[in-house]
Each structure stands twice: as C-alpha cells, then as structure tokens.
C-alpha cells in the first residue's frame, strides 16, 4: 500500500505566484503519472482566505492555525517582496506552526526568496541553502550560520531542500518526486508539463555564457556565442583576439576585465559545464572529452577533479543515467 503525502506550500500577501503554482503543478502531475493520488497538495497561509500575490493574481488558502503541523510530509515556503516576506517571518503564530511542522516533517525548504523566511526564523542555521541570485549576498551576509550556494539551481542539505529563482522550485520539486516515486514518474511530470529537461540541482542559475554576457562591457556577446558554439575545436588566445580584432595583449586584458575571468579560465568553465551535461548522458568518456576540446579522457578528468573536486567517472555514477 502506497502512503499518502500531504504538501504545505505556504503562501502570503505579495508571494510570488510560481513559487506556489510551479510546485503545485509538478505534484499535481505526478498523481496524474503515477496513476494514484501520492500527493496532497494544501496551499497555506497565516490567515487563510484570499492572499494576493505578488502579480495581482489571488490564491484560496488554508490558514496555518486550522492544519495540524504533525500530518506534512513536506513544507515549502515560497517567495516574494520584501514587505510580504517581513510580515511573514514576523507572524509568531507562523513561526511556532513552522517549528513544530518541520520539526515533524520528512522535508521541508524554500522556494526562491522563501530562504528568507526560513533564515530569520532559525529553520536552516548550519545548513547550505539556495535562494534567487540577487539575494545570495544579503542571505549571506545577514545569516552567517549558514551557508549560501550562489549558484546552485537547488541544494538538498540533509531534509532540507531550498531552490533559487523562481521555476527552479519546478526543477527541484520534480527531483523531490523522482526520490520518492522514481525517475519514470518525474520524467513523465516533465513531459506532461513540456518541461525541456530535467535540471541537475547542481546546475548552475545562469549558463556561464550567459552570465558572462550579463558582465560584459566590451561588446564580447557574439564572441562569447561563438566559443560557446566551437568548444570542440582549439582555442587560444591568438585565435581569439584575431576573431576580436585586436592585439593578444589587449584582448587579454580587456576580455578579463569584460568578463571576470581569463580567457583560458573562461574556456575552460564552459568546457567542464558542458562536460557535465555530456557525463550525464550515455556519451562515452572519450566522446566528452572529444566534444569539450580536450586532447584526451585523462587530460578532461584532470581538469574535472581539480575544478570539482570529483572524477567524472564518479560525477557519472551520482548524476548519470541508469
């Protein structure tokens, strides 16, 4: 007999309405996919009735004070402005039925700025979390007990489960199904929600070109694209500054300046991002190296541990296909 979960995703004035909606869905397919009813969903709020979100759209909720904290296998708290989460995290009632409700649940976290929330009330003191990047400074700096992954999509700490911007609590509630009713169920929840893929919590927020380009000030974006697009052929600084039109001692400096990092540093995180959407896969090790410019599979797992800490091949038995 299959066990029945029952889902909190607390809501409030000024919440942002995918963080609520997003996770909402995915569980909601994944009754659909498994063929039975494995989630509950309850959308909870301080008061109860009607809160409006942050986009004007409203949401029917439960109050807090009317669900018992003992019976959720999993409590999410989403996101939202500033104001809705201050009056959130300084609600005692919310902050006693929080504490009791995680203290009894399987799981519980956050969605984008919910980390916020669950900062201030204590619930992730000593744990690594996640949150929308333009919060990861100021949850560091304001919650030093903890903490802050500036770049990962979802970071899973123990029960604690915390997602960055936004559609990533999409990203990480499908990895909460596929823990708990399989990868078949949450591969069908991204079908069924026309989800591109199934992103790795360990992805970073932004592609590193696209987060190079968001600090370029040169006018490097279509050089950028075209490493990106080339990262199997050889690619050194002479090429580039040739493709840039400008001298290697100048197109070194100021691409360093553009983007934060050397040329060679730049080149080789996209290499090693890519390498690790290709491990992945069922790719062989000597194709990835072969699709990410490297000479050889023991010149790629070189890079790849120094970067990460980690072999490939064991980088591909955590996240690799069965």
């Given amino acids: ?93 919310f902050a006693d039925w929080m504490a009791r409700a995680c203290a009894n649940a399987r799981r519980y976290g956050s969605v984008c700025t919910g980390a916020f929330a669950l900062a201030h009330l204590g619930l992730v003191r000593n744990h ?12 560091a700096r304001a919650y030093p007990a903890l903490t802050v992954d500036p770049d990962a999509l979802y970071v899973e700490d123990g029960k604690v489960w915390t997602s960055a911007g936004i559609t990533t609590g999409i990203d990480m509630c499908m990895a909460l199904v596929a823990r708990d009713l399989g990868d078949a169920v949450a591969n069908a929840v991204a079908r069924m929600l026309v989800v591109y893929a199934r992103r790795p919590g360990y992805q970073s927020q932004f592609s590193p070109v696209l987060g190079a380009q968001a600090k370029a000030t040169h006018g490097f974006a279509a050089l950028l694209d075209w490493i990106g697009e080339h990262l199997d052929q050889p690619l050194d600084v002479a090429l580039l500054a040739d493709r840039a039109g400008m001298s290697r001692r100048s197109f070194h400096r100021k691409f360093t300046d553009a983007t934060g990092e050397t040329p060679a540093r730049f080149i080789e995180t996209l290499r090693l991002d890519r390498a690790r959407a290709l491990l992945a896969t069922v790719a062989s090790l000597k194709e990835v190296a072969v699709r990410t410019g490297y000479a050889t599979p023991g010149q790629l797992s070189k890079a790849f541990l120094r970067r990460f800490g980690v072999s490939p091949a064991l980088f591909r038995d955590m996240h690799g296909q069965a």
């Fill in 128 to 139: 690594r979390v996640a949150t929308h990047w333009e919060g990861t400074a100021l949850l």
């Fill in 1 to 93: 007999m299959h066990s029945l979960r029952h889902i909190a995703l607390i809501a409030f004035d000024g919440v942002q309405i995918l963080d609520v909606t997003g996770p909402a869905s995915v569980f909601a397919a994944a009754n659909e996919a498994a063929g039975r009813a494995s989630y509950q969903i309850h959308i909870l709020s301080p008061r109860g009735g009607v809160v409006a979100s942050g986009s004007g759209v409203r949401l029917l909720t439960e109050a807090i004070g009317e669900a018992d904290p003992a019976a959720f296998d999993t409590v999410l708290v989403g996101g939202g402005n500033k104001a809705g989460l201050s009056a959130l995290a300084r609600d005692a009632s």
